[in-house]
């Protein structure tokens, strides 16, 4: 994973240390609240429904052992003895106390991690695949090119007051789980009829209150001009993206309302301009790059071990675990394994300090030292040999962290919501805690099978919910907290946005709700099929139906 160099770290340092003096100033009163508030948004810190937040960057989802425990000490020190991982694979800190916060950057820089620029208009974290340098089917390693992006925009003279805030995300295989069609810019890799490595870049993807597929605006960019395009890319939108109206301020409205050929042109005359003299990675600097992420040292070993097979014979709970949380990894003897963070009526996203702890252990023990977050608000260990995976299974259940339901029903996307959120208007934990304990039986997990159920709290989506398969929405009727119901939505490679179903649910239906579309789908669905592909066979009306018919 990456390293720092000289520059982050000075860097870093030198952001501690003016902070501390802004909070100083904020503490003494010298700063009112409305002229702090845009140097801590530069910080990563939110005032939020009851305390500040923290978010914490987490680049590309990778971390080290090392960096997890300091993470672990940093929840038992300045926080309530948990942190909350994130859609966009960082971690947040709820409850840290304002005075305190300096400390705690501090802290973080000596272990090389930040807070900077994980909120405010400008470049968020950079996420990745987070099977990264593991699938079988990978081009390239996308972490290589979302540190490239990383450093290329951080702190950007040209770019670190944008119209909005802006995210990057990078994939590299066929199947997408970085949600490239959601975002400001996804890249998603391809090679061209000669074999050659590039990206398709789509722009103009997004979510809340006006959701929006990424527009392709290169079927192919060759990799070595990635940085330049990006820059006429960013330098179009500097330009003539609104900043007279928030809610038209991102991108995805300045593509949709030029219309994507008319943007595309102006960023194809604007790349004529700069192509040639424009940033372009060194060859070298590629290169020393690219080191950090060279592979472990992988043992060569068989593609099957007696033993892992015959423990998966004799002991149905662990096959159970294996069909859901463990995937196949591109070096024989290995399995990418991914560590549920959503227990029968946890709070989706949500590890404890002592869980910290324990996968930094874990991490050290069975997997080169290195833990990923999944923007599905998951943890993964990514090369566990074969022959290790019974023993992690149990040491994984004593943590309470082997849920055997990885992309089942009740691993469920959710924001803070009410319980923590100024923006929001309804609750989203309790929902998604009932949804998981209605569906807690594992045999009827299995029978659902694959499906994608997401909720947010307010409009703007950062619980995902309109690429659910599922999708709930938090709305505010007359004080009353009610669930709008969207169905069909997908964020990967067959990128979809749900439909409204019909009239939104009371707190005490929305579950109940739930259950009535689960078993709406299966009496209708053929031949196994999932449940994207039976609503995209039998469209809304079957479960519009079900779900109004007392109504």
């Known amino acids: 994973m990456y390293r720092y160099d000289e520059f982050d770290r000075t860097l870093v340092l030198e952001r501690v240390a003016q902070f501390r003096g802004q909070v100083a100033r904020r503490l003494s009163g010298e700063l009112t609240e409305d002229e702090f508030r845009p140097l801590r948004l530069m910080n990563g810190l939110y005032l939020q ?20 425990r300091k993470l672990a000490d940093i929840a038992r020190r300045y926080d309530r003895g948990y942190g909350h991982f994130t859609t966009r694979q960082n971690i947040q800190y709820n409850w840290p106390k304002l005075e305190e916060i300096p400390d705690l950057l501090a802290d973080l820089a000596e272990v090389e991690m930040h807070a900077i620029q994980t909120s405010g208009n ?16 990978e081009i390239e390693d996308p972490r290589i090119y979302a540190e490239i992006i990383r450093q290329w925009s951080s702190l950007h003279p040209e770019f670190s007051f944008l119209p909005r805030k802006f995210k990057v995300a990078v994939t590299a295989t066929v199947h997408d789980r970085a949600a490239v069609r959601f975002h400001d810019i996804g890249l998603h890799m391809r090679r061209n009829e000669a074999g050659e490595p590039g990206f398709e870049v789509l722009v103009g993807g997004g979510l809340g209150r006006t959701p ?21 890319i960013m330098r179009v939108y500097n330009q003539l993206g609104r900043r007279d109206n928030l809610f ?5 409205i300045l593509v949709h309302e030029l219309g994507a050929e008319a943007f595309t042109e102006m960023v194809e005359e604007e790349w004529g301009y700069i192509k040639e003299t424009g940033v372009e990675l060194p060859a070298e600097e590629f290169e020393r790059i690219q080191a950090y992420f060279a592979p472990p040292p992988y043992e060569a070993l068989p593609t099957q071990n007696r033993e892992f097979e ?15 949380n463990v995937s196949a990894h591109k070096m024989p003897g290995y399995a990418i394994v991914s560590i549920s963070l959503k227990p029968e009526g946890g709070v989706p996203g949500d590890l404890t300090a002592e869980q910290m702890d324990a996968v930094a252990d874990l991490a050290e023990r069975y997997s080169f030292g290195e833990i990923r977050v999944s923007h599905e608000q998951n943890l993964l260990l990514a090369d566990v040999k074969l022959a290790d995976l019974f023993e992690l299974w149990q040491e994984l259940g004593g943590l309470d962290l082997a849920t055997p339901n990885i992309g089942l029903i009740s691993d ?17 934990i309790p929902v998604a805690q009932q949804i998981s304990r209605r ?45 709008q119901i969207t169905l069909g939505g997908n964020a990967d490679e067959n990128a979809a946005i749900g439909k409204i179903v019909g009239p939104a649910f009371p707190y005490d239906e929305v579950v109940d709700a739930v259950e009535t579309i689960v078993d709406t789908y299966l009496d209708v669905r053929q031949n196994g099929e999932k449940f994207s592909e039976t609503f995209a066979r039998v469209g809304i009306t079957p479960f519009k139906e079900k779900l109004y018919a007392a109504h």
């Open 49 to 68: 429904l009851h305390a500040y937040m923290l978010r914490v960057a987490i680049p590309y989802g990778t971390l080290s052992a090392r960096q997890m």
């Open 122 to 137: 400008s470049f968020r974290n950079v996420t990745a695949d987070h099977f990264a340098g593991v699938a079988a089917d």
């Open 212 to 232: 929006m597929i990424g527009k392709t605006i290169r079927a192919f960019l060759p990799t070595r001009h990635l940085l330049s395009y990006l820059e006429a």
């Open 248 to 252: 038209k301020a991102r991108i995805k």
């Open 310 to 324: 015959v423990r998966r014979f004799e002991d149905r709970d662990f096959a159970g675990w294996l069909r859901s």
């Open 412 to 428: 469920i996307i959710a924001c803070p919501g009410l319980d923590y959120c100024n923006l929001a208007n309804a609750r989203s």
């Open 439 to 483: 569906f807690a039986e594992l045999t009827r997990q299995g029978d659902v099978g694959d499906i994608k159920l997401k909720i947010s709290g307010c409009i703007n989506a950062c619980g995902h919910h309109h690429v659910g398969n599922i999708g709930i929405l938090g709305l505010d009727k007359k004080g009353e907290e009610y669930y």
